[in-house]
């Protein structure tokens, strides 16, 4: 008998390692693809659900990301003119080490009550840091700056000849200052959608985890900082004040914004649910996600999403229980 159970666990342990092979290599291969950078971490996430140990999770991120950013460094470096890009280097890595690691902490915080509980919170904050520092670098005068903006715009110059009507050092400046003022939000959606699609890959067939996902929501007094955040991003456009101030105002105002479209999202699973108990979270995932590459349609995913939880706020769209729906309903 203890025979037989010993080798169930050798067998257990090999699908496993198996399986987090296989999850390194898939990711590896996402992260060299355009689109597939800003979505690599999924099968990480799916893979590390299995394990059982806390250090074997920290080195599956870490060998993808090792990988990623060793292949990325031979990228930038221009044997025939033994010239190393760090701008573009820097540019190339941010996306997947910014969403790998926000990917990375959400599976190790699993591991401990208190980390589960702030775990969206943790992740958040980290991948928000993360990416001011990437535009505190990007917007300063410094070689980082120089050389990634000499890249792009060689690079626009090569691909659009016409230029839009924009000149490239025009066209470099207004993607700069757009960055300031969606970077942070861009990267807390990208990580949290990657997150959602492979939680709910994970609960697939989890019923009480589906329907948790659609009872998600935030009290009603937020509210209130939704709307003086957005009114001060108003004040301090209007009023011409610094940069800075208006770089912070607008940011915390579309976090706020992305807090709602969370919950109008879980909405929507909640009445999808109500109608088809066997609807799964990850259909309209991959719906939203669809919407919001087409023109136009995207604006039903942006505007439509966070209204739809604001309005929430006057509009009962789920009918009150018992349970405290303020929970994370995203824990392992």
């Not at 699993?110 to 969206?120: A, P």
């Not at 980290?126 to 990437?134: D, E, L, R």
């Not at 929430?312 to 995203?330: A, G, Q």
């Amino acid at each position: 008998m203890e025979e037989q159970i010993e080798q169930q666990r050798n067998i257990n342990g090999t699908n496993s390692s198996r399986g987090i092979v296989f999850s390194i290599f898939f990711s590896f291969v996402l992260s060299r693809i355009p689109i597939g950078n800003f979505l690599f971490a999924i099968p990480l996430i799916i893979g590390t659900s299995r394990i059982a140990k806390l250090r074997e999770v920290i080195l599956s991120f870490v060998s993808v990301l090792v990988l990623t950013v060793v292949i990325s460094a031979w990228e930038a470096f221009d044997a025939n003119t033994d010239v190393f890009s760090v701008g573009m280097f820097v540019f190339t890595i941010f996306f997947p080490v910014a969403l790998g690691t926000a990917s990375a902490i959400w599976c190790m915080t699993r591991f401990t009550d208190l980390g589960k509980k702030f775990r969206f919170f943790i992740c958040g904050a980290v991948a928000s840091v993360m990416a001011a520092a990437f535009l505190l670098v990007i917007t300063q005068e410094n070689v980082v700056s120089s050389n990634l903006k000499e890249t792009l715009k060689s690079g626009y110059e090569v691909l659009f000849a016409n230029g839009f009507g924009l000149s490239s050092d025009a066209f470099i400046e207004m993607s700069i200052w757009l960055f300031k003022f969606v970077l942070v939000p861009m990267i807390l959606v990208l990580s949290g959608f990657s997150i959602v699609i492979a939680e709910s890959m994970v609960h697939k067939f989890d019923w009480a985890w589906q329907d948790s996902v659609g009872k998600w929501s935030i009290p009603n007094d937020f509210v209130w900082v939704f709307l003086i955040s957005f009114f001060a991003a108003i004040i301090a456009t209007v009023l011409h004040l610094p940069e800075i101030v208006n770089v912070v105002l607008w940011n915390l105002a579309l976090v706020t914004a992305l807090v709602y479209g969370i919950q109008g999202f879980a909405i929507l699973v909640f009445r999808a649910r109500k109608g088809n108990p066997y609807f799964m979270v990850n259909r309209l995932a991959g719906l939203v996600a669809f919407l919001a590459l087409i023109p136009g349609f995207n604006l039903v995913v942006i505007i439509g999403f966070p209204l739809l939880g604001v309005l929430e706020t006057w509009i009962v769209f789920r009918k009150p229980n018992k349970e405290n729906s303020y929970e994370n309903h995203f824990e392992s």
